[in-house]
C-alpha cells in the first residue's frame, strides 16, 4: 500500500535507506561476517570469468556489479544486455558463471539467455527480488535483494539493492580467495543507508532543480566519467520513461566525438562529480557545453564540490558512490514527471515485468 504516499515511486525512493539496512541485516552472521551460500562462494571462486546478463535497469545495476567484482574481487566480469546477447555472443571462457540481474525475475529476454546456458551445462546465479520466480526457479543460485514489492513500474529501490547484493558477493569472493580489504564493507554500507537518509529529506531542493532545468526543455544530458558513467545512463533512463523527456546519458570524453553537436541554448545538462580521479575531467566537460549555451547542473559529491554546484551527495567509500548518486536522479525524474503532468507509477507503453521477448 502507498500509504499518505501519492506515488509508489516515490514511496520507493524513500525505502531505499531500509532497503540497505535490511540487506545488511540479512548477509550478516551474528560475528559481523557475510553470510552467502557455500555454494555460490565455490562456484565465484571456480569461474575463470563472470557474465552478467540484464536489461534496462538492471543492466545498468550489472555495469556498476562489474566494476564491484573487478576492484574488489580481481575476478573478470563482462556485462551483456540480454536481448542481444545471443545474437552477439561473445567467445566464452572455459568456466563461465553466468549471473543473471532481474528485480521480477520474469523477463523474457533473460529467460532466453538463461534456458541457452543451461544447455551447455554452465552454471547460473540469479540476483532477483522475487525468489520464487521462473529465472530464480529456473537457475543453480539465487541472491535475494530484500527491497520488498516493487510497484512503480520505474525501477528505483530495486536497482540500489541490486549494487548493495554486488558489493556483498564481490566481498564475500574476495574474503574466500584471501584478498586483505582495507574498508569494512558493512559499515560502508551503513553509511551509504545514512546518506540516503539525508537525500530524501531534500526534496524540496531536487523539486526545484526539476522545475529549473526540466519543466519546458524537450531534451536533456547526463554526463559523467568512471562510475558516475553508468549512473548517467541510469539517470537518463529515469527521465524518459516517467517524464518523455528525451535524455541521453553518455561519457563525458565521447561529448567532443558527436554529442556535443545537439548543445543549444539551454540544453540541460546535468553532470555527475562523485569520482575524485575524473572530478577535474568532468568539470572541464561541463565548461564545453557551458561554452556553447548548454544550462549545466553540476550534482557532486562532499569534499569535492564547488560554490557552484546545485547539489551536493554526502560522502560515501568510492565504490559505492552509484547507490547514493542515482537518488537525486530518481528525485529529479520524478518531479519533471509530476511538473508535466505524466503518470509517474504507469508510464504509458510500458508494463513492469516484460514476458515478451
Ligand atoms: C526501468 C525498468 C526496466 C527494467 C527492465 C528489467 O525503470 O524498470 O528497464 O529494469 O525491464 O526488468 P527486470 O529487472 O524485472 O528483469
Redesign the pocket.
Known sequence: EKGTYPHYMLKEIDEQPFVIRNIIQQYQNEDGTIRLDDDIRDAMKQSDRIYVI??????HAGLVGKQLIEKIAKRPVEVHIASEFLYNMPLLSENPLFIF???????AD?RGVLVEVKKHGYQALTIT?VPGSTLSREADFTLHTFAGPEIA????K??TAQMAVFTLLAVDTANAQGIELDFDPLQELGIVANAMEVLTDQKEKLEKIARHYLAVSRNAFFIGRAADYYVCLEGA??LK?ISYIQAEGFAGGELKHGTIALIEDGTPVIALATQEHVNLSIRGNVKEVAARGASPCIISMEGMNEETDAFVIPAVHEFLTPLVSVLPLQLIAYYAALHRDCDVDKPRN?A???TVE
Open positions: 540484464a536489461a534496462g535497469t538492471s543492466y540481474i532481474s528485480q521480477s525475475g520474469e523477463t533473460l527480488n513500474v520505474a525501477s528505483t530495486a536497482y533512463l529515469k520513461e510500458l513492469k515485468s516484460v
